[in-house]
Antibody, heavy 117, light 110 residues
Framework: QVQLQESGPRLVKPSQTLSLTCTVS????????WSWIRQPPGKGLEWIGY???????TYNPSLKRRVTISLDRPKNQFSLNLSSVTAADTALYYC???????????WGQGTLVTVSS | QSVLTQPPSTSETPGQRVTISCSGS????????VYWYRQLPGTAPKLLIY???QRPSGVPDRFSGAKSGTSASLAISGLRSEDEADYFC???????????FGGGTKLTVL
């Protein structure tokens, strides 16, 4: 069964770029939507965007100016870059496999990224 | 303020049935499938219901989903203490071009 694992720096300075990678094991990247979702501490879920297996992307318009999501097929990974971060970007970041844009299963365990100097 | 509206909390006693509502609009629930996720304390969300009322394998039939117009609901029967969790609804929004989530409902099993 497919499993996802997020990795990357847990602490990012303001104005810098947050970079996370999601490693997919137990299955291929082909044929699915690979998504990022975040959850500020104690708050609800915010969809960031996805990269389709073809490489096409769709982003949340509220983050579009700062977000890039990309695939690395040979490594069975996909990545999130969020530029010009502020404290408001502090959150648990989850990656997820999507059968469709909203059908997200499974999710990674999540990684807490803190934006602070 | 979430695009999909859920009650912040609900509670019920073990063995009883509880229903969690999710209210949206014509651009999201009214025209797209609804998904439900459960988030146990300290863990990642997990898919509970897909395409309005379908259960993934492994999800017991105590959980059921329904949709009518621009609203959806999740029902849990035979409540157990381990059902204490946050429950989120989600759908694609055609106008905003985003996946929208409800604010989540915290279920307490008394």
């Amino acid at each position: 069964q497919v499993q996802l694992q997020e990795s990357g720096p847990r602490l990012v300075k303001p104005s810098q770029t947050l970079s996370l990678t999601c490693t997919v094991s137990g299955g291929s990247i082909s044929g699915f939507y690979w998504s990022w979702i975040r959850q500020p501490p104690g708050k609800g879920l915010e969809w960031i965007g996805y990269v389709y297996y073809s490489g096409s992307t769709t982003y949340n318009p509220s983050l579009k100016r700062r977000v890039t999501i990309s695939l690395d097929r040979p490594k069975n990974q996909f990545s999130l870059n969020l530029s010009s971060v502020t404290a408001a970007d502090t959150a648990l970041y989850y990656c997820a496999k999507g059968e469709t844009n909203s059908w997200l299963d499974p999710w990674g365990q999540g990684t807490l990224v803190t934006v602070s100097s | 303020q979430s695009v999909l509206t859920q009650p912040p909390s609900t509670s019920e006693t073990p063995g009883q049935r509880v229903t969690i509502s999710c209210s949206g609009s014509s651009s999201n629930i009214g025209s797209n499938s609804v998904y439900w996720y459960r988030q146990l304390p300290g863990t990642a969300p997990k898919l509970l219901i897909y395409r309005n009322n379908q259960r993934p394998s492994g999800v017991p039939d105590r959980f059921s989903g329904a949709k009518s117009g621009t609203s959806a609901s999740l029902a849990i029967s035979g409540l157990r203490s381990e059902d204490e969790a946050d429950y989120f609804c989600a759908a694609w929004d055609d106008s905003l071009s985003v996946v929208v989530f409800g604010g989540g409902t915290k279920l307490t099993v008394l």
